[in-house]
């Protein structure tokens, strides 16, 4: 059954604006995933956050997560062209079972 | 030095037939899985396999069947192909409840 929902589906921002893509989930998580996959990639793994974390930074990205509210953000900042790619959150549930995605928010990122 | 590595990356063929994706990674993980990924690009975990044994086995036509003939192996066997099978399958591995790792996909067309 899907676990996250990300939120918008699409979005389009001009390069050097920063991007903000947001994840819902349903039950309560061991940790929350961020994957970006470019088109005819697989995904590439960019930042895992635990459930007693509230904050992770790696690079250019800004994650956060609120276990109250079942939901984590995702912030790219100062974008480039090359950030044009779909963006999936995918949590690991308290029994550490596989991940289980969202639908994925496909980012432009226009030059 | 590639981590996941999935064989064929295209496959094209005639439905009724059987075919195999494989898949293997060098990064000793324990635990490894097939993904579905549909045209509309939502990625489902199809199957899940740690040390060898069967973890997770979502609803999938028994057509499908995994092998895992050691832990950096899994490969996908696919019975009687049907149209709908059309999609792409990314194999991935990681240690349990960790970050995972995707090979590049097999883009499965049936005729």
């Known amino acids: 059954s899907q676990q996250g929902e990300e939120d918008p589906q699409a979005l389009s921002i001009q390069e050097g604006e920063n991007a903000t893509m947001n994840c819902s989930y349903k039950?309560?998580?061991?940790?929350l995933q961020w994957y970006r996959q470019n088109s005819g990639r697989g995904l590439v793994h960019l930042i895992l956050?635990?459930?007693?974390?509230r904050e992770k930074h790696s690079g250019r990205l800004r994650v956060t997560l609120d276990t109250s509210k079942k939901s984590s953000s995702l912030l790219i900042t100062a974008s480039r062209a090359a950030d044009t790619a779909s963006y999936f959150c995918a949590t690991v549930n308290s029994g550490n079972t596989p991940l289980v995605f969202g639908k994925g928010t496909r980012l432009s990122v226009i030059a | 030095d590639t981590a996941v590595s999935q064989t064929p990356k295209y496959l094209v063929t005639q439905m009724g037939n059987d075919k195999s994706i494989k898949c293997e990674q060098n990064?000793?993980?324990?635990?490894m899985y097939w993904y579905k990924q549909d045209s509309k690009k939502f990625l489902k975990i199809m199957f899940s396999y740690n040390n060898k044994e069967l973890i997770i086995n979502e609803t999938v036509p028994n057509r499908f069947s995994p092998k895992s003939p050691d832990k950096a192996h899994l490969n996908l066997h696919i019975n009687s192909l049907e149209l709908g099978d059309s999609a792409v399958y990314f194999c991935?591995?990681?240690?349990?409840?960790?970050?995972?790792?995707f090979g590049p996909g097999t883009r499965l067309t049936v005729l």
């Open positions: 991935a591995s990681s240690n349990r409840g960790n970050e995972q790792f």
């Open positions: 956050i635990r459930s007693n974390e």
């Open positions: 990064l000793g993980h324990d635990t």
């Open positions: 039950t309560s998580i061991n940790n």
